[in-house]
């Protein structure tokens, strides 16, 4: 059996680690930082994959929706410092099968076994089926996500539109609007949410198939 951790805080990693170790003495663990080359098909080999939703290039939830599109039979595990409101709906879009808080170990080793058996966290999909989801998302058509603009407010749709010329660059969108980079996150993932993208690369790809029309 064969487990990759994906956290970019070694000591976390290194904790978590020996917290499984002692439920799954035999398991081979391997950890990541979320910034290999070959991270994708690193997980894709693993019979569970642990993921930070905060690593340094991409978050969890863009990655594990990266995996998702290849892979439906790893399960995803999310796991946060911050409270699961923060990530829960990004993460389970993103095709993840549950999420934790990294305090709560005794709920991380009940999920552990949970999806190691096919099963999914309550009001998150299995991985076949997540994995169908995040496709079908994939292949729905431009105009359903450029419709759902008007739900935006005059600043996401500032941001929106900055976006398509920055790409995704907080501080350069910040300092065109005069705000703070962490203020442009929250915008592009509310913008994310209200056109039901699961990750900031979703987001990217619509304004750029936009651009090229």
């Known amino acids: ?40 098909e690193e997980c894709d080999v693993a019979d569970l994959v642990v993921m930070d939703m905060q690593l340094f ?25 911050f409270p699961k409101a923060c990530y829960d709906e990004q993460f389970r879009e993103a095709g993840g099968q549950a999420l934790v808080h990294k305090e709560e170990l005794s709920t991380l080793l009940t999920m552990i076994g949970l999806l ?13 089926a997540a994995r169908r989801a995040v496709l079908a998302r994939d292949a729905r058509p431009d105009a359903t996500a450029d ?26 969108i910040a300092a065109q609007l005069g705000i703070r980079p962490s203020t442009v996150r929250t915008h592009i993932r509310a913008i994310r949410r209200k056109l039901d993208l699961p990750t900031t690369k979703d987001l990217m790809r619509l304004l750029l198939r936009r651009r090229n029309r």
Do not use: K, W
Not at 116 to 128: Q, R, V
Not at 148 to 158: G, Q, Y
């Open 116 to 128: 190691l058996h096919g099963g999914a966290e309550p009001g998150y999909l299995p991985t076949d």
């Open 57 to 81: 290039e991409e978050s969890g939830p863009e990655l594990c929706a990266r995996l998702r599109r290849i892979n439906g039979r790893t399960p995803v595990l999310g796991m946060t410092c």
């Open 147 to 172: 419709d759902m603009t008007d739900a935006l407010t005059p600043t996401e749709r500032n941001v929106y539109r900055l976006m398509g010329e920055y790409g995704n660059d907080p501080t350069q």
């Open 1 to 40: 059996m064969q487990f990759i951790i994906v956290d970019n805080d070694p000591r976390a990693a290194d904790s978590i680690t020996g917290f499984i170790r002692s439920a799954y003495p035999q398991a081979i663990i391997h950890q990541l930082r979320g910034t290999e080359q070959d991270i994708i």
